[in-house]
């Protein structure tokens, strides 16, 4: 019976502009909860949210951990706060180099961040780490947007012997593409940790689009989840090809859909 689920966030509204995903990221965790699920929930410190207005403040505890990525020493800073209407704890991933001063995944010119990849790298890895240090064992993950799209593949390779992780079942959420650009030619070689080695990788492109990082991430997961209209029809044959268990977009009456889904992919 699924108790426990960790959801790994891309956006959060109100911390971040309202969006499909950011609202959901809002809502879905608190319905969970509402549902008698202990939940815990993750997104990255985005360098726009007003951390004075949001109440942000540094988990000391949690905080001080340097992750290498592609040989460069990255500190791992942990904040939290609270949703006002809500009060769901929200706990964000934190780091000068990939956060500070910058906004989501575009620049204020539009452009996106070259970097973007390892963003992605660093903000999985923190999250899990962080999870570690919690000593608390989620049932079942739920991974939503391309920044948390490498966290299956850490799951299940990486960490995989962790306590934390080592029953855990992942789900990713599909939502439309909101990348133009492809990952820098390193991204490999940054997503390279334990036993997410270079033989691994060997199955995916050298060149990591929307697209890639998305299948590497179904390729991970025990469900996926169909959460908006308009995701891209070849992600959705890719998860059905690979036989992984299913949510069709459920519309705006969710909640049941969804916890109904979470204790099937936790039996």
């Known amino acids: 019976m699924v108790k426990k689920v960790l959801f790994i966030n891309q956006e959060i509204a109100p911390y971040v502009p309202e969006t499909e995903m950011s609202v959901l990221g809002r809502d879905l965790p608190q319905k969970m909860s509402e549902n008698g699920l202990e939940i815990r929930t993750f997104m990255p410190k985005w360098g ?58 575009v620049d204020e010119e539009g452009k996106e ?50 306590p934390a992780f080592a029953e855990a079942k992942v789900v990713t959420s599909l939502y439309k593409n909101d990348l133009k650009n492809d990952f820098c030619e390193n991204f490999k ?16 492109k050298d060149t990591f689009d929307y697209n890639e990082l998305a299948k590497m991430a179904i390729d991970y997961s025990d469900g996926v989840i169909e959460a908006a209209e308009g995701v891209d029809g070849e992600l959705l044959a890719y998860a059905e090809g690979k036989g992984k268990q299913m949510l069709k977009y459920p519309g705006e009456d969710y909640a ?8 099937k992919i936790g039996e």
């Open 48 to 105: 726009n949210i007003n951390e004075r207005r949001g109440q942000l403040h540094e988990v000391i505890r949690l905080s001080g951990m340097n992750l290498i990525i592609d040989d460069t020493d990255h500190p791992l800073i942990i904040k939290v706060a609270s949703i006002p209407q809500s009060h769901l704890q929200v706990y964000f991933i934190d780091n000068d180099d990939y956060f500070l001063k910058r906004k989501m995944a």
């Open 113 to 162: 961040y070259e970097d973007n990849g390892e963003r992605a790298v660093f903000f999985a890895r923190g999250v899990l780490e962080t999870v570690k240090k919690l000593r608390w064992i989620p049932d079942v993950i739920v991974c939503q947007g391309w920044m948390s799209a490498v966290a299956p593949v850490y799951i299940k390779t990486a960490f995989k012997d962790e």
């Open 189 to 204: 070689s940054c997503v390279e940790f334990r036993d997410t080695d270079a033989e691994l990788l060997k199955a995916y």
């Open 256 to 263: 049941q859909a969804y916890k109904d889904f979470l204790e």
